[in-house]
Antibody, heavy 120, light 108 residues
Framework: EVQLVESGGGLVQPGGSLRLSCEAS????????LNWVRQAPGKRLEWIAY????????FYSESVKGRFTISRDDANNLVYLQMSSLRDEDTAVYYC??????????????WGRGITVTVS | EIVMTQSPATLSVSPGERVTLSCRAS??????LAWYQHKPGQSPRLVIY???ARATGIPARFSGSGSGTEFSLTISSLQSEDFALYFC???????????FGQGTKLEI
């Protein structure tokens, strides 16, 4: 069974840092690109970061570019989101999601349950 | 940025009913549209991708249609397990970019 489990969330002060982890199981992590998506209270989901299967390509949303870094450790089945210079507006539930490209159609075929980050 | 707008925000329905949820894009996304189901405390679940392709394990009562800027998700006969939040997502294949609708909540 494919599973993604986020960890590392919590309460952090503005300007602080936090590292989220996403542990993958049930599939070969290196075969897939991964994403981080977040949902602030009362807001819609927001995609924030992408990392390719070989880790050579990363993309970020404008809202986190320069502050957040996505990385991966395939040997340990982990994907990370290093967050720095945190702001109040980064308060959200953070999800990792597996990227799937099927015949030119890209979608998220598996998600974690999410982890809460509170900046206050 | 492409903005996705879903309607209605909440839909009160009964088991056995047929229901159609709408998702509109601010500009054409071709058929690059997915639908997800999200229940409290659970992971979001892929329902439809490429506007009309059912994801693995999704019952045939779920169907998706549309292209360009107008899309819909239809559940032909609501079951109790279908009551959830549904959100749409558009995607750019390269570079990867995704935006989401605000969601439609199906409630009894």
């Amino acid at each position: 069974e494919v599973q993604l489990v986020e960890s590392g969330g919590g309460l952090v002060q503005p300007g602080g840092s936090l590292r989220l982890s996403c542990e993958a199981s049930g599939f070969t992590l290196s075969d897939y690109s991964l994403n981080w998506v977040r949902q602030a209270p009362g807001k819609r989901l927001e995609w924030i970061a992408y990392i390719s299967g070989n880790a050579k390509t990363v993309f970020y949303s404008e809202s986190v570019k320069g502050r957040f870094t996505i990385s991966r450790d395939d040997a340990n089945n982990l994907v990370y989101l290093q967050m720095s210079s945190l702001r109040d507006e980064d308060t959200a539930v953070y999800y990792c999601a597996r990227d799937h490209l099927d015949g030119g159609n890209r979608h998220f075929d598996s998600w974690g349950r999410g982890i809460t980050v509170t900046v206050s | 940025e492409i903005v996705m707008t879903q309607s209605p925000a909440t839909l009160s329905v009964s088991p056995g009913e047929r229901v159609t949820l709408s998702c509109r894009a601010s500009q054409s996304v071709n058929r690059n549209l997915a639908w997800y189901q999200h229940k409290p405390g659970q992971s979001p679940r892929l329902v439809i991708y490429a506007a009309s392709a059912r994801a693995t394990g999704i019952p045939a009562r779920f169907s998706g249609s549309g292209s360009g800027t107008e899309f819909s998700l239809t559940i032909s006969s609501l079951q109790s397990e279908d009551f959830a939040l549904y959100f749409c997502q558009q995607y750019d294949n390269w570079p990867p970019r995704y935006t989401f609708g605000q969601g439609t909540k199906l409630e009894i």
